[in-house]
C-alpha cells in the first residue's frame, strides 16, 4: 500500500520486463499481481533481501524474521515515505498520519484515534454491516451469475467506511474510482494519483469545514476535534492539515485492503467445494477462517525510506534508497507455518502478519476483520452452492481479485 502515491510525475510507463527477480524485481508488473507467491518463495530461498535498480533503488525484504526486525526498527527504516514508485523519493511529501509519522511524534496521534477504532465501537457497526451486505446481495437475486468482487466485495467496505465517517452512500462510485486510481493503477500513471489525491482532499476538506461548524456523531467530527496529548502532559487539537492527512488515509486504507481480502476469500470458495461445505456446515469455524484468508492473500506489501546504511540478513543495504517490508511473503514462510502455501481453514497457530507488525500495526484491524467475517457470513448464507464461472484477475499495488465470475447456484 502506497498511501502517498502523489505528487510529480509520468504516465503510461512501459514496463522492461524482469531479468532476475533477485535484482531486478519490478512489484508493479502484471507478473508480480499475478504471481508474487511463487516469486517471493524462491526469494525466500535464494535471496531473501532483493534487490532492483529500479524506482531509484529498492530493497525487498522476503521472510518473516527479517519483516519483523525491519519493521519494528523505526530509526532505520522511516514510515517518512511509504511508496515505492517510478516517483523519485524527495518529489514525495504527502502528509497521512499516523503512517507517515516516526516515532516519537507517531504514538501519541496514533493513540488519539484508537476509540473509534476498539473492538466495542467495531461491535456497534455489526447490524449496519449486516444491512449493507444484505442489500447488495439483494441486488443479485434472480441472477445465474455474477461478479463476487464488484458486485459485492467492492461495495460492502465502500458503504461501510461512508456509514463511518459520515459521508453519503451516494458517493460510493466516486470512492471507488478515486480508490482504484491512488492504490490501483494510480501507482503506475502518477498523475492519475496525483488528480485523485487532489480531488479527495477537496471533498474531505469541505466535509470537515462543515464538521467544525456542526458536528455529529461520526468520524469526521470525531477527528476535527481529537485531542492529541503533548509532552508536557497537556494535550492540543490537530491541526488542520493533520486532519485532513488522517481522513485521507482512513479512506484509502480501509476500503481496497478488505474489498481485496473479501475477493480473494470469495475466489477461494468458489474454486474449492469442500472448504465451501465446511464453512456452510460449520459456522463456528469462520474466525479461524477468516485469519486464514489474511495470512494466504495478505495484500500489502509496505514501502519504507532507508534513512541510514544498514544490514540486514547479512545483507547491506544503502541509505536513500526505500525498501518494501514483505508481509505477504513472510506469511508463507515456511519457519513460521506448517504447509504455508496450502490454506487450512482452521489453523492453529496463526501469527500472520497481514496487519503489519510493530508501532504501525494496523490501526482498522478491528474493523477489518469484522467486515470479512459478515460479509462472508451473508455470502454463505445466501449463496451455500456457488462456485467459479471464469479466471480472476490480480490487481498491482493492493494485491486482490479485480474480478471473481461466479455462477451462484
Ligand atoms: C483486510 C484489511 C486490511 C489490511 C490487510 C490492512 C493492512 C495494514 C497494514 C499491513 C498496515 C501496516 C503498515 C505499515 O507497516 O506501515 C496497516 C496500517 C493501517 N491501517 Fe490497515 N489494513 C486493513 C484494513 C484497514 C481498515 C478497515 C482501516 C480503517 C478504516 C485501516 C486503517 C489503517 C491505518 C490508519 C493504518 C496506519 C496505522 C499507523 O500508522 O499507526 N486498515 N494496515
Redesign the pocket.
Known amino acids: 500500500?502506497s498511501v502517498d502515491a502523489a505528487g510529480t510525475g509520468t504516465s503510461g510507463m512501459t514496463r522492461r520486463p524482469v531479468r532476475d527477480w533477485a535484482t531486478d524485481f519490478d512489484h508493479l508488473s502484471p507478473e508480480w499481481a499475478a504471481h508474487s507467491p511463487e516469486i517471493t518463495a524462491d526469494l525466500r530461498q535464494r535471496c531473501p533481501v532483493a534487490h532492483t535498480e529500479r524506482f531509484y533503488g529498492a530493497y525487498l525484504v522476503t521472510r518473516y524474521d527479517d519483516v519483523v526486525t525491519v519493521?519494528h526498527d523505526t530509526v532505520a527504516f522511516s514510515?517518512r515515505i511509504?511508496a515505492v514508485n517510478e516517483n523519485r523519493p524527495e518529489n514525495i511529501r504527502l502528509e497521512?498520519?499516523?503512517?507517515?509519522?516516526d516515532p516519537p511524534q507517531?504514538g501519541p496521534?496514533?493513540r488519539a484515534?484508537l476509540p473509534p477504532?476498539s473492538p466495542h465501537a467495531v461491535r456497534r457497526l455489526i447490524p449496519v454491516t449486516e444491512a449493507i451486505c444484505d442489500r447488495a446481495l439483494d441486488a443479485l437475486e434472480g441472477r445465474t451469475v455474477a461478479d463476487a468482487a464488484v458486485d459485492y466485495a467492492q461495495i460492502v467496505?465502500v458503504e461501510?467506511?461512508a456509514r463511518?465517517l459520515g459521508l453519503p452512500p451516494e458517493d460510493g462510485d466516486r470512492f471507488r474510482s478515486w480508490v482504484k486510481g491512488i492504490l490501483g493503477d494510480g501507482l503506475i500513471d502518477l498523475d492519475l494519483a496525483a488528480r485523485c489525491t487532489r480531488e479527495v482532499r477537496a471533498f474531505l476538506a469541505e466535509h470537515l469545514a462543515e464538521r467544525r461548524r456542526r458536528p455529529t456523531d461520526d468520524l469526521i467530527s470525531y477527528v476535527a476535534h481529537a485531542e492529541v496529548d503533548s509532552d508536557d502532559g497537556s494535550t492540543r487539537p490537530l491541526g488542520e492539515r493533520e486532519q485532513l492527512g488522517?481522513l485521507y488515509?482512513?479512506?484509502v486504507?480501509?476500503?481496497d485492503?478488505?474489498w481485496?481480502?473479501?475477493g480473494s476469500a470469495l475466489h477461494h470458495l468458489s474454486t474449492n467445494a469442500e472448504h465451501r461445505r465446511l464453512l456452510v456446515e460449520t459456522p463456528s469455524l469462520i474466525d479461524a477462517a477468516v485469519e486464514e484468508f489474511?495470512r494466504y492473500f495478505?495484500?500489502?506489501t509496505?514501502?519504507?525510506i532507508i534513512e541510514h546504511d544498514a544490514v540486514i540478513a547479512g545483507c547491506p543495504v544503502r541509505a536513500g534508497e526505500r525498501l518494501l517490508?514483505g508481509?505477504p511473503s513472510a506469511n508463507r514462510d515456511a519457519s513460521q507455518f506448517e504447509a504455508p502455501d496450502e490454506v487450512i481453514l482452521d489453523r492453529a497457530h496463526n501469527r500472520h502478519?497481514?496487519?503489519?507488525?510493530?508501532?504501525?500495526?494496523?490501526?482498522?484491524?478491528n474493523?477489518?476483520?469484522m467486515?470479512?467475517k459478515v460479509a462472508l457470513q451473508r455470502w454463505l448464507a445466501r449463496f451455500p452452492d456457488f462456485e467459479a464461472a471464469g479466471e480472476v484477475v490480480w490487481t498491482i499495488g493492493?494485491r486482490g481479485p479485480s474480478t471473481v465470475p461466479v455462477r451462484l447456484g
Do not use: K
Not at 497521512?96 to 509519522?101: G, N, S, V
Open positions: 500500500m519493521a514510515n511509504t497521512a498520519p499516523p503512517i507517515t509519522l507517531h496521534l496514533r484515534l477504532f467496505p461501510v467506511t463511518l488522517v488515509l482512513l479512506l486504507a480501509g476500503i485492503t478488505t481485496s481480502t473479501i489474511l495478505a495484500p500489502i509496505m514501502g519504507r517490508v508481509y502478519l497481514a496487519f503489519g507488525v510493530g508501532p504501525h500495526r494496523c490501526l482498522g484491524s474493523l477489518a476483520r467486515e470479512l493492493v
